[in-house]
């Protein structure tokens, strides 16, 4: 039932204007007031929709009362009540947000026509707050998910312009702060370890979480204007590490890349941690890259950065015979320069554990590599390192070959199949039992396009079909291939065919001019 609050101090006023309302409108839940004093102590007990306040009352007048009312419950309306038809009284009521007045004495129709007008504008009000609410609850639920799929393509892939926009509004995250990567190393790889950790990242506030691939977990975090770099990331670091369940703790590291300006930047900066992990047996279980010494032949400035993403890249994209001959140019370049042998050995097998680490990434759990004993000379640590990398290449090659040659197209055919759907990498990843990495790189070396580019097109492609009929509006059609907003959608669509939706279906239906149901 609709609540309605009266408030006058003359009663036999109060109980007119009552009897008139129950009379002329149904559902009906009506409280009265006597001052201004006591609407304010009934309003917040009552919580009525609407108020009809009488203005000149003693003690508390009805102005006054308004506005203490309307800052406690900022949705209540107000019908003012009142003898007095000034111009001062009618001011001050625009300003409180009054939303119409009756003057005494009034007709018993004009009460309930000015009364029913505003309780449909309430009506429609809470109609449109509770349609709200669902969005937002629908929209609360799919937001986890909108948020790992952001930080998978930006880390492993291209996104479309407008997609990424876009998801990143629906976060209510602002980018243009600073931004850094972070990769936490669990041992086990375990759920539990994964839930833990994003749990922690929920609560700090600082950042996105991605998908667990391997025992990796990437991290997003926004810069802290209010802090230095380094003594934001460190005190992240060891929060994440407190996640750690109980006898895990010693098992876990923490890589963190420097910061950069752009989300573009986003994929150096998580290359950049990934290397910073490497060598998760140090005794504190973070490291800034920007603390770690070049990996490569060239051991400081740019070159040598520059060769460690190289290095990185040719691991990602497979190119074994390249990774191979840089991994023994670095031992030959070791021993032409004379340096310690057990040094040497100790930097090839960083770079060994790199690819290992690139490896899990993309879903393939390797053995870790380790040398059975210490190199006598640089031709066994030739060899030895060179086993090392046959074992993982077979092992890279076996999961290729598990995969089966069709693999990636089912995952096409289920993608246009479900485009309509609320569906990521990592939601896929888990149907087909591969890592969200993996899918991406793959579907973009079979198909040439990205995951989220193909899933744009066969929505779009679904929409172009739907328009060919008159009887659907653009809302429902919007709602029907997969997206949840209206105004995205048709963003999405001029962007990808150049003409608005609405242009699109005009010409479609050959009835340029005509107007279409879009509502």
């Not at 009934?42 to 006054?64: H, T, W, Y």
């Not at 000015?114 to 929209?139: D, P």
């Not at 992990?277 to 950065?305: F, Q």
Request: hydrophobic share 40%; with cysteine; charged share 30%.
């Amino acid at each position: 039932m609709t609540k309605l609050l009266v408030v006058d101090d003359e009663q036999i006023e109060r109980e007119g204007l009552v009897a008139i309302l129950r009379r002329g409108i149904s559902g009906l839940d009506i409280e009265q007031a006597k001052n201004g004093k006591v609407a304010v102590s009934v309003a917040e007990r009552f919580r009525p929709d609407l108020v009809l306040m009488d203005i000149k009352m003693p003690g508390m007048n009805g102005l006054e009362a308004i506005e203490r009312i309307g800052a406690a419950d900022p949705d209540v309306k107000f019908i003012m009540v009142t003898a007095y038809d000034t111009f001062d009284f009618a001011r001050q009521a625009i300003k409180l947000g009054v939303k119409d007045y009756l003057l005494k004495p009034s007709k018993a129709a004009d009460i309930v026509d000015t009364v029913s007008r505003v309780l449909r504008e309430i009506e429609a009000e809470k109609r449109t707050r509770e349609a709200s609410r669902q969005q937002s609850n629908a929209l609360r639920k799919v937001l986890p998910v909108v948020e790992t799929d952001i930080v998978t393509q930006l880390l492993f892939d291209h996104v479309h312009d407008v997609h990424l926009d876009e998801l990143v509004g629906l976060l209510g995250v602002s980018t243009e702060n600073e931004k850094f990567a972070m990769v936490v190393l669990t041992p086990s790889g375990s759920e539990q370890s994964y839930l833990s950790v994003k749990a922690k990242v929920r609560r700090m506030g600082i950042g996105w979480i991605g998908a667990l691939y391997g025992r990796q977990i990437p991290i997003i975090a926004f810069r802290d204007p209010g802090q230095s770099f380094r003594s934001q990331a460190v005190a992240a670091a060891r929060e994440l590490l407190a996640a750690a369940p109980s006898g895990e703790g010693q098992g876990w590291f923490v890589g963190i890349g420097n910061a950069c300006a752009s989300l573009d930047q986003i994929r150096r900066s998580y290359r950049e941690a990934q290397i910073a992990a490497i060598e998760p047996t140090l005794p504190v279980k973070y490291r800034l890259y920007a603390d770690m010494p070049a990996l490569g032949p060239v051991r400081e400035g740019r070159e040598a950065r520059q060769w460690e993403k190289r290095f990185v890249e040719k691991i990602r994209l497979g190119l074994w015979n390249e990774v191979r001959a840089d991994v023994l140019e670095f031992i030959r370049r070791c021993e032409n320069e004379g340096a310690d042998l057990l040094l040497s050995q100790q930097r090839a097998l960083e770079l060994l554990w790199l690819v290992s680490r690139m490896m899990a990434e993309l879903g393939m759990e390797a053995e870790k590599p380790l040398f059975s004993f210490r190199s006598q000379d640089y031709r066994q640590l030739r060899a030895e390192a060179g086993l090392l990398l046959d074992r993982m290449r077979q092992a890279f090659e076996e999961h290729q070959a598990g995969i089966g040659p069709d693999a990636i197209r089912r995952i096409r055919q289920y993608i246009a199949e479900h485009s309509h759907e609320d569906i990521s990498l990592e939601a896929i990843g888990k149907r087909v039992g591969l890592s969200p990495f993996y899918i991406s790189k793959m579907f973009k070396d079979q198909f040439g396009v990205n995951y989220i580019d193909f899933l744009t097109e066969c929505r779009i492609e679904k929409a172009k079909k739907l328009m060919a009929d008159p009887g659907k509006s653009l809302k429902e059609i919007t709602f029907e291939v997969g997206y949840n907003d209206p105004n995205y959608f048709s963003k999405v669509f001029k962007k990808t065919c150049e003409v608005s939706p609405t242009e699109y279906r005009k010409a479609l239906l050959g009835k340029k001019g005509q107007a279409v149901r879009d509502a």
